[in-house]
Each structure stands twice: as structure tokens, then as C-alpha cells.
């Protein structure tokens, strides 16, 4: 995929957190493993940690550090359906 804001590739990877430890970003198709968390490595910085468990796939650019994923926000109309 390419950024839209640089036009450079981007990597696609997983956002993955479980509640105990900070948020992650992963390149390919896995999510963060332990010792990958305990160390540090794959943080990110602006996420915030909550007490549930996710993952998300994402695309993050090196060049002007943005990250781009596809996501849809449930209303309470759409839980009515």
C-alpha cells in the first residue's frame, strides 16, 4: 500500500495489546510475541492501554511515522438491526 501522505510503501503489520502490557505494532501477519513486549520493542507510543485484549491490522510508514487501518464505528442504530 502506499502512503497517502508521502507516497512511499508502507508495511503491513498487526496493532496487537492484551491489557497487561503496552500496545504493539508487528510487521507481517503475527502479533507481538512475550519477549518482544517485555523488551519493548514494536511499542506504540500514542496508544493507550485498556483492560481488553485486541488486534488490528494496520500499514505503518517509516518515512512520516503514520499508520492506516481500516475500521467501522458501531452505533446504537446499527445494534437495533
Known sequence: MKCPYCENEMQKGVL???GRSA?????GEDKT???DRFLG??????????LT???IEANYCHACKKMIFDTDIQS???LQK
Open 53 to 55: 485484549s485486541f488486534a
Open 76 to 78: 446504537g442504530t446499527d
Open 23 to 27: 500496545v504493539t505494532w508487528k510487521a
Open 33 to 35: 510475541g512475550f519477549f
Open 16 to 18: 496487537s495489546g492484551d
Open 41 to 50: 520493542i514494536g511499542r506504540v507510543t500514542a496508544a493507550k492501554q485498556t
